[in-house]
């Protein structure tokens, strides 16, 4: 057997024609006489081109590749050899041909295919692609080093076709015959002119495609975090506001009520000094004391109000039927409702949604004397609520409502206008029926 492969591996000496050469490789490639093709090893300061018609003497490589190591190289002298037409072949038809152990027929030979750019690897010299269609992929290094820019169609997703010989590396066992596998499936260019796009890369190629998921990830992240943050801050300040309602509230109570009430007992200790016949003066302070009266009661209905807003819960309906259950007096007669889906609420209109309520529901009890009271809240489609309050009081004559002394209605008609709502007054010795369409925006 070792005899027979020194024989086979002898001194080879064949004519052909030049297929293949690059300045940047120590080796070429030829087509002999009966159409094989050869890898030949270069030697140095012997330039080469292809169409040279050269006679070559070297040794053959053991291996089933026709791969020469060259001891000479001169030009022929005889008949002018023909360069064969590259055969185009298809990158499934090649693998078929190729799997699995290799084709010595095609190993050298220059063909043209076609395949989708799969990879892109820029190197410091070169440029490597991976091309090719259903799993049948080869790989093309161009001489386009990384300081060099890539023609603007070669990218990911593009349709090349690229003119090359075609090499590929064998596992196979020499001193017993067997071939094992092939890998490492390539295409060598000529030059960078040898690869042409013919089909553009469509728009959504997966750089792209991962580039924006990636940035609709990054805003969505961006925007998740935003809105945490705005909420804490958000929730931060509200919580200011009502440690600050609160301490306001009880600087009120503690101060101006308290002053409010010290002066109320002085003024009714001088009506109680004044003289029978002091009718006049008598007259004067009564109105003073009336005034401060309703201020009084004012004062303590705002404080009630921020109390109540402060310290309930962020719902409205929780907040009215909590603030109701705060309220003795109120207890068995009044009694809370809610028609539609209830929508968040601000806390300052809130609060003035207390004060209404805790005016019309006073008034009811106190001068309509109502046994019963329903505060009933509609939430519509629209951004507006409507909300009743009806009490089985003995009524009034709501012609006379806007007389002076009727500072409750006056304050609950006033609130309702600056929500950009409005009131509405139905009255009968039957009871009283007072109906607010306030903004939810306000």
Known sequence: ????????????????VVTFSRESDDFFFMLDNANSPWRVARLENHAVAVGDQ????GTREPSSKHR?????????QGRKL????IESISPETLYSRLLPYGNPALYGRVIKTDGIIIDINRRQTTTQLLI?????????????????????????GARAEVTGVLVYTSIEDIENNIAQRIENIELMPQSASSIRIIKKAPFWTVPRISWAFGTILAIAGVLLLFLFTRRRFDNMIADAERRERLR???????????YLAGSMFRLQAALNLLPPEAEASRLQLEGVRDALQHTQNGLRSTLWAMTEESQGPESLMELIRYASSRMAHWQNKVTISCQGRERAVARNLATRLLLIIQEAVGNALKHGGATKVDICV???DTNRMCLEIIDDGCGFDASQAHKAGHYGLRSMEKRCRELGGEMKVESSNSGTTLSFTLNLNA
């Open 54 to 57: 050269l006679v070559v003497k």
């Open 248 to 258: 306001i509230a009880a600087d009120l109570h503690d101060g101006f009520q308290q």
């Open 132 to 156: 090719g269609q259903n799993n049948c992929n080869f790989q093309c290094e161009l001489p386009i080093s990384l300081e060099k820019t890539l023609p603007k169609d070669m990218m990911l």
């Open 1 to 16: 057997m070792s005899l027979l492969l020194a024989i086979f591996y002898a001194i080879t000496n064949f004519t052909g």
């Open 68 to 76: 020469l190591d060259t001891v000479s190289i001169k030009k022929s």
């Open 82 to 85: 023909s360069t064969p037409e």
């Open 378 to 380: 509609n939430f519509g």
